[in-house]
């Protein structure tokens, strides 16, 4: 699907904004792309980057499928034969049940409550310690190396969890 029209918030919905989330919600069924700014603070994102070039740095990559307790990891991905979508990228991923220094979850929680709002569940579904409805929130922070990084095309499900899935460009 197409982006029919990109539009800028200069204000951030608030979750309880019921007029304002119904109107982006359809403009999303419509095709529409939605650019927030201020979701998330700048500071925490730089000092998050940074420890994230580190961990990609200093250890071992390592690919894990994701199953309820799996620990927060980071894999390097080149055209994995394992990945449904092809790409070259840096990934980390941290999921709700384990513990983190940056508390991502908190970090990102606003983000999470928009999500869920646009999706009509409740702002805290699925960000427990333990998935619900088959379903878990996760952060997956994508690192594209230059001149070599991509994600081939493809569309991630919409269904009753998520009719978006927002980006954070840091």
């Known amino acids: 699907m197409f982006s029919r029209d990109i539009i800028t918030l200069t ?3 608030r979750i309880g904004d019921d007029g304002l989330l119904r109107k982006i919600r359809e403009g999303l069924l419509q095709g529409d792309t939605f650019i927030v700014k201020g979701m998330v603070a700048r500071e925490p994102l730089i000092r998050l980057r940074d420890y994230l070039a580190t961990i990609g740095r200093t250890s071992l990559p390592n690919y894990l499928r994701i199953n309820e307790g799996c ?3 980071h894999r390097l991905n080149d055209s994995d034969e394992r990945s449904y979508v092809k790409g070259c ?3 980390f991923v941290f999921f709700p049940w384990n513990q983190d220094i940056f508390r991502v979850f908190d970090l ?3 983000v999470f409550h928009l999500k869920n709002r646009l999706s009509l569940i409740e ?3 699925f960000l427990g310690r333990k998935p619900e409805d088959e379903c878990t929130s996760r952060v997956a922070f ?3 190396p ?3 990084g991509f994600l081939n095309r493809h569309q991630d499900p919409v269904n009753y969890h998520q ?3 927002p980006t954070v460009v840091m």
């Open 11 to 13: 204000v951030t919905p």
């Open 163 to 165: 009719l978006t899935v």
């Open 108 to 110: 990102f929680r606003n």
């Open 142 to 144: 994508q690192f594209y």
């Open 146 to 148: 230059r001149g070599q």
């Open 71 to 73: 620990p927060n990891f």
């Open 89 to 91: 990228f840096h990934q």
């Open 123 to 125: 702002p805290d579904k």
